[in-house]
């Protein structure tokens, strides 16, 4: 499938500063590529794709009542959201009721989120004192 790399960002929903952050490249250039300025290689545009769940149509597609996209690769037993964090999931999706799924799905992100936004807030806490836990 070919994609232009706005539509790739905008699956993801991140802004361009976002998208330009989390694939390592200058915004200036991101925003050359959207404006039709320059045109990324075609080996670029793979790699992001490939790296964006809802550009793999062998994924199962879940939404949210919060409009929140993940999606689930039952052979790798993944689940992921729109910008490509991964879970792992022991258990079978299968026979679980799919409005109950979504629910299961989006809090457990969330959980995730706050979670990862606690570590990265303990990280920023200890740069900036000098203490050991013990």
Not at 39 to 50: D, E, F, Q
Not at 99 to 112: G, T
Request: proline residues 4%.
């Amino acid at each position: 499938m070919n994609y232009i790399i706005k539509e790739l960002r905008l699956k993801t929903g991140l802004t361009q500063v976002e998208f330009a952050q989390r694939f390592d490249i200058p915004v200036s250039t991101l925003r050359k590529w959207e404006q039709s300025e320059s045109t990324p290689p075609a080996y670029v545009i793979k790699l992001i794709a490939s790296l964006i769940p809802g550009t793999n149509n062998e994924l199962k597609v879940f939404k949210s009542s919060s409009r929140a996209v993940y999606y689930y690769d039952p052979v790798k037993k993944l689940l992921y959201d729109q910008i490509g964090n991964s879970i792992f999931v022991n258990e079978s999706l299968e026979g679980v009721n799919e409005e109950n799924l979504s629910i299961y799905i989006n809090r457990l992100f969330e959980d995730f989120y706050s979670i990862q936004k606690k570590f990265n807030d303990d990280l920023k806490y200890d740069k900036e004192e000098d203490i050991l836990w013990s």
